[in-house]
């Protein structure tokens, strides 16, 4: 039982869910969530999806998972070196992964030959 158990034992799963849980109940008007996907199961990945998309207050959302970023986010900002250095809104989502993999990946799978 989590309840009778220090928060320092919990998996990481469980500590992002009860992290979220705390700040929710701040009721504050923006969230600034760090990573909210890393460590959790799909299960706990589509509770904290459907939540950030039914939150009616500004999110930022710090991620490296672009697919869930594009499901629960209205504007993607990319940075380097700490500064913003493109704006993309949810009409082009679809070209900014493309470009992301052509920039990530290129031809280096095709060099691995797999088939």
């Known amino acids: ?12 799963g469980m500590k ?6 705390s700040v929710l109940l701040q009721e504050n008007n ?6 909210p996907f890393n460590g959790v199961d799909i299960q706990s990945n589509l509770v904290i999806t459907e ?4 939150l009616k207050k ?8 672009f697919s869930t970023l594009a499901e629960t986010c209205d504007e ?9 250095i493109k704006k ?3 009409a082009n989502f ?7 993999k052509n920039f990530t990946l290129g031809n280096q799978i095709d060099k691995l030959k797999l088939e």
Not at 16 to 21: D, N, Q, R, V, Y
Not at 30 to 35: N, R, S
Not at 76 to 84: C, F, P
Request: charged residues 20%; glycine residues 2%; proline residues 2%.
């Open 1 to 12: 039982m989590p309840l009778a158990q220090y928060a320092s034992s919990y998996s990481t």
């Open 16 to 21: 992002k869910k009860l992290a979220l849980t």
């Open 30 to 35: 923006v969230f600034i969530l760090d990573e």
């Open 51 to 54: 939540i950030i998309k039914k």
């Open 58 to 65: 500004i999110v930022i959302i710090s991620s490296h998972i």
């Open 76 to 84: 993607i900002y990319l940075m380097k070196n700490g500064k913003i």
């Open 88 to 90: 993309v809104t949810e």
């Open 94 to 100: 679809n070209n900014l992964e493309k470009e992301m």
